[in-house]
């Protein structure tokens, strides 16, 4: 036998074998799922469960449920790209049927608000809203994460409403309270801060006391801050609804159990909205219905993408 069909033999059988070990190692590795306590069933990645009635709904029926809803709620972790492009392929579709959406964004503080402006009016290039926008300085998540999003607003020159408060205001005030800041910081807090909610407190109570942070022992400050952050998303919303639809993105912990922001925003507009909760499969992984009205399973995070985690409960 002629060494190049040896070799064309040797080739195959290769091939062959790599091809069964690829099956068996397939076949090994379980598929990640979310699992959903209150109804104790597991879902894959890819399935959008509605929380009216424990059971998956399409993409499509989603999209049907949302258009006439006057704030629309897509939670994120910052730092998974899956997320982003959840977030992206919805403000498309909306898009569609409402070409006068504002979309508000936990990632920019409104004293910004003079530079969203001019990118969504293409008066700034990349670079220049970087640098005027302090990204390093204030978010410091890879931008990247946020490109696509941030240029197809800009392309179809869609409002970008910033939520936030100026970002070192919610530290300080979860070490020393609010009379620790200055007056003219405390010029930057709303006009309303309820902090009654007892569900609300429980719940950060007890991510407090599983996440305890050198400097902030005080749990009373911590959930001041948390309230503080949250109603002034909220002011921000209701300031900037203008008679159209807007599409609000933020941390999933500013909307789980819609006691963080959306409760605080329909108590100051009484606007319809959804609440849209991105939850990443995995091992251990989990959620409850109660979470949102819809719970979308997406893949787990690439560690490779684990960046910054701001001040606070995401």
């Not at 109804?39 to 894959?44: A, C, G, T, V």
């Not at 902090?195 to 902030?216: D, P, Q």
């Not at 005080?218 to 952050?229: D, G, L, R, S």
């Not at 998303?233 to 006691?259: D, R, T």
Request: charged content about 25%.
């Amino acid at each position: 036998m002629t060494k190049k069909r040896l070799m064309n033999r040797w080739l195959i059988s290769f091939f062959s074998f790599s091809v069964f070990l690829g099956n068996i190692w397939g076949c090994a590795l379980p598929v990640k799922k979310l699992f959903i306590k209150d109804i104790s069933e597991s879902f894959e990645v890819g399935t959008i469960i509605s929380a009216k009635t424990g059971k998956p709904v399409s993409y499509e029926y989603l999209i049907n449920d949302l258009e006439d809803v006057q704030v629309i709620y897509v939670g994120e972790r910052h730092n998974d790209p899956s997320h982003h492009d959840i977030q992206l392929r919805l403000i498309k579709e909306i898009f569609k049927s409402h070409p006068y959406i504002a979309v508000g964004m936990e990632t920019f503080d409104r004293s910004y608000q003079q530079i969203l402006y001019l990118w969504s009016d293409g008066e700034l290039n990349e670079k220049e809203f970087m640098e005027k926008m302090h990204w390093y300085a204030n978010w410091r998540f890879d931008f990247e994460l946020y490109k696509d999003i941030l240029l197809f607003l800009k392309n179809n020159k869609i409002r970008i409403v910033g939520l936030n408060l100026p970002f070192h205001i919610p530290p300080k005030i979860a070490i020393g309270g609010i009379e620790s800041l200055s007056d003219d910081e405390k010029k930057n807090l709303p006009k309303e801060i309820d902090t009654s909610n007892v569900g609300h407190k429980a719940y950060l109570e007890k991510i407090f006391e599983e996440h305890k942070v050198k400097g902030r022992e005080k749990f009373e400050n911590f959930y001041m801050a948390q309230c503080v952050w949250e109603e002034m998303m909220a002011e921000s919303i209701s300031q900037n609804l203008k008679g159209n639809p807007m599409i609000v993105l933020v941390g999933n912990g500013h909307i789980v159990h819609k006691f963080g922001i959306p409760d605080r925003a329909f108590r100051r507009t009484e606007a319809s909205f959804k609440t849209i909760f991105l939850a990443p499969a995995g091992s251990g992984a989990e959620a409850e219905l109660s979470f949102a009205d819809y719970i979308w399973v997406t893949p787990s995070i690439n560690k490779h993408h684990m960046g910054r985690r701001p001040h606070g409960h995401r």
